[in-house]
T-cell receptor, first 115, second 111 residues
Framework: KAGVTQTPRYLIKTRGQQVTLSCSPI?????VSWYQQTPGQGLQFLFE???????NKGNFPGRFSGRQFSNSRSEMNVSTLELGDSALYLC??????????????FGPGTRLTVT | AQRVTQPEKLLSVFKGAPVELKCNYS??????LFWYVQYSRQRLQLLLR??SRESIKGFTADLNKGETSFHLKKPFAQEEDSAMYYC?????????????FGAGTQVVVTP
C-alpha cells in the first residue's frame, strides 16, 4: 500500500497570508490526524478527522482549521500566518482509533516557513 | 490530563552496549502506548505498540502500569539505531486520534 502523502513538501509564506496543506491517507484509513512539530514545543496535536467530522482538537487558536473529504483526504488551513507558525506539519492516518486500529502512520510532513 | 515524559534528551552509547530509553506517563484510564522512531531525513515511523508485545529490530518495551512506565530496551545497540525516539500515548474516546508525545530522546550509537 502507498504510504501517507502530503503536499506541498515545502512552503514559504509571508506574515498575514493564509496557507492550505493537503494530506492523502493510506487507502482504507478513515482517520486523519494533524500535528505541528517544532524544536521548542516538539510534536503537538492539532486535530483529528474521522468520516468528515472533527472528533478532537488540540490547543491551537481558531486560525488553524481543517476538513476531511468523503475519500478521507484531508486539508488543514492556517489563516493570518504568524512567524511562530513556522514548523513541520505532519499528517497521520489510522484505520479507526477506538476499535483496535489506533496506530498512526505518518506522512513526510510539510515544512512551512513564515517570513 | 495526559502527559508523557522522556527524561533523557540525549543518550550516547557504544555499539554493542545495552540501551534503555525511559518513558513515564500519566493518564487516569488504560492508555495505549507506542514507541515511534525518526531516522535522519525519514518520516516518523511506528516502532512498537504495547498491545502487540512484539520485538522489532531487537527492541522490546514492557508496559508497567504500577510504575506508569513504558521503557524501550535493546540488549546490543547497533550504529543504525542512531535516531530520535518518541514515546506516545493514546487515551480513550475523548482523545481518539490524538497521540500525546514525549519530548523525544536522541540516541547516538558510536562504534
Amino acid at each position: 500500500k502507498a504510504g501517507v502523502t502530503q503536499t506541498p513538501r515545502y512552503l514559504i509564506k509571508t506574515r498575514g497570508q493564509q496557507v492550505t496543506l493537503s494530506c492523502s491517507p493510506i487507502s482504507g484509513h478513515r482517520s486523519v490526524s494533524w500535528y505541528q512539530q517544532t524544536p521548542g514545543q516538539g510534536l503537538q496535536f492539532l486535530f483529528e478527522y474521522f468520516s468528515e467530522t472533527q472528533r478532537n482538537k488540540g490547543n491551537f487558536p481558531g486560525r488553524f482549521s481543517g476538513r476531511q473529504f468523503s475519500n478521507s483526504r484531508s486539508e488543514m488551513n492556517v489563516s493570518t500566518l504568524e512567524l511562530g507558525d513556522s514548523a513541520l506539519y505532519l499528517c497521520a492516518s489510522s484505520l479507526n482509533p477506538g476499535t483496535g486500529g489506533s496506530e498512526q502512520y505518518f506522512g513526510p510532513g510539510t515544512r512551512l516557513t513564515v517570513t | 490530563a495526559q502527559r508523557v515524559t522522556q527524561p533523557e534528551k540525549l543518550l550516547s552509547v557504544f555499539k554493542g552496549a545495552p540501551v534503555e530509553l525511559k518513558c513515564n506517563y500519566s493518564y487516569s484510564g488504560s492508555p495505549e502506548l507506542f514507541w515511534y522512531v525518526q531516522y535522519s531525513r525519514q518520516r516518523l515511523q511506528l516502532l512498537l505498540r504495547h498491545i502487540s508485545r512484539e520485538s522489532i529490530k531487537g527492541f522490546t518495551a514492557d508496559l508497567n502500569k504500577g510504575e506508569t512506565s513504558f521503557h524501550l530496551k535493546k540488549p546490543f545497540a547497533q550504529e543504525e539505531d542512531s535516531a530520535m525516539y518518541y514515546c506516545a500515548l493514546s487515551g480513550g474516546p475523548d482523545s481518539w486520534g490524538k497521540l500525546q508525545f514525549g519530548a523525544g530522546t536522541q540516541v547516538v550509537v558510536t562504534p
